[in-house]
T-cell receptor, first 117, second 112 residues
Framework: GAVVSQHPSRVICKSGTSVKIECRSLDFQATTMFWYRQFPKQSLMLMATSNEGSKATYEQGVEKDKFLINHASLTLSTLTVTSAHPEDSSFYIC?????????????FGSGTQLSVL | SQKIEQNSEALNIQEGKTATLTCNYTNYSPAYLQWYRQDPGRGPVFLLLIRENEKEKRKERLKVTFDTTLKQSLFHITASQPADSATYLCAKAGGSQGNLIFGKGTKLSVKP
């Protein structure tokens, strides 16, 4: 099956620093990738939709200047948490669907646990 | 507003029994529902998709049903094993770009 690679799996950083998370589709092309955030015992919440070659679409309440998304190629999307604060500590997960397919399953990365001290 | 709910936060069963998890939806009619498995500290993994015109779908020990009258999907694991212990998520289609909206999940624990 299709594989989505997410890196790093765990980050611990000081408050005020920026953290970049990479999401790669290894064996398929992904025009669209999705970034989710999950707090303990909560559901996955969509943060933004990343589109190759264009600006990301952010969900209501998600600060686009704080969570920078770049989707420079059909196999790579990055999420940068700028000036991270303790309240940004969470589990971030990316997902992708093969280009040209709709209404089907998503493939997820293994997630990144961000801890901001 | 459209909602997708998994009302059971946790389910504990004995090995060998059938686990049944519930997903309810309100205020809309989804074209399909999906079920995912999520292990601690990992991303979700797709299990099954069932469309509104399908009553039931099976995959090995897994079975999913879709009841449009009750507005409910049931997820069954037969002959459950400790390795089946995980959180199971129900999901529906989100926006036009193809994202998914997830329920909170049900944490299944299978005791030997």
């Amino acid at each position: 099956g299709a594989v989505v690679s997410q890196h790093p799996s765990r980050v611990i950083c000081k408050s005020g620093t920026s953290v970049k998370i990479e999401c790669r589709s290894l064996d398929f092309q992904a025009t669209t990738m999705f970034w989710y955030r999950q707090f303990p015992k909560q559901s996955l919440m969509l943060m933004a939709t990343s589109n190759e070659g264009s600006k990301a679409t952010y969900e209501q309440g998600v600060e686009k200047d704080k969570f920078l998304i770049n989707h420079a190629s059909l196999t790579l999307s990055t999420l940068t948490v700028t000036s991270a604060h303790p309240e940004d500590s969470s589990f971030y997960i990316c997902s992708a669907r093969e280009s040209g397919r709709t209404g089907e399953k998503l493939f997820f990365g293994s997630g990144t646990q961000l801890s901001v001290l | 507003s459209q909602k997708i709910e998994q009302n059971s936060e946790a389910l504990n069963i004995q090995e060998g029994k059938t686990a049944t998890l519930t997903c309810n939806y309100t205020n809309y009619s989804p074209a399909y529902l999906q079920w995912y498995r999520q292990d601690p500290g990992r991303g979700p993994v797709f299990l099954l998709l069932i469309r509104e015109n399908e009553k039931e779908k099976r995959k090995e020990r897994l079975k999913v049903t879709f009841d449009t009258t009750l507005k409910q999907s049931l997820f069954h694991i037969t002959a459950s094993q400790p390795a089946d212990s995980a959180t199971y998520l129900c999901a529906k289609a989100g926006g036009s770009q193809g994202n998914l909206i997830f329920g909170k999940g049900t944490k299944l624990s299978v005791k030997p």
